[in-house]
Nanobody, 121 residues
Framework: QVQLVESGGGLVQAGGSLRLSCAAS????????MGWYRQSPGKQRELVAR???????NYADSVNVRFTISRDNAKNTVYLQMNSLKPEETDVYYC???????????????WGQGIQVTVSS
């Protein structure tokens, strides 16, 4: 059974930074694509960034340059460094795992429980 556990969320002022972590258990982390998504109430979950096992990355246009996704395969952990945060990026952030270079949520079979990020103005 794969378990993904996010940490590092919280409250930050606009322009500030947070680093999210996602620790994965089980063998699925190894060799898989890891993604970070976010979701506001009433909106669809959107892909923020993804990274494959060898470190290739892809970002949503809205976060490019400001956010950095990385992974430590020895620790089964993926990170999302978020800089210059904006109030409109207040969301629940989710970690997900897939065996494909996936974009759509239904292509990610494994999900964390989500963690709140609140950016105050």
């Amino acid at each position: 059974q794969v378990q993904l556990v996010e940490s590092g969320g919280g409250l930050v002022q606009a322009g500030g930074s947070l680093r999210l972590s996602c620790a994965a258990s089980g063998s699925v982390f190894s060799g898989n694509v890891m993604g970070w998504y976010r979701q506001s109430p009433g909106k669809q979950r959107e892909l923020v960034a993804r990274i494959n096992y060898v470190g290739s990355t892809n970002y949503a246009d809205s976060v490019n340059v400001r956010f950095t996704i990385s992974r430590d395969n020895a620790k089964n952990t993926v990170y999302l460094q978020m800089n210059s945060l904006k109030p409109e990026e207040t969301d629940v952030y989710y970690c997900a795992a897939s065996n494909a270079w996936a974009v759509y949520t239904d292509e990610y079979p494994f999900w964390g429980q989500g963690i709140q990020v609140t950016v105050s103005s």
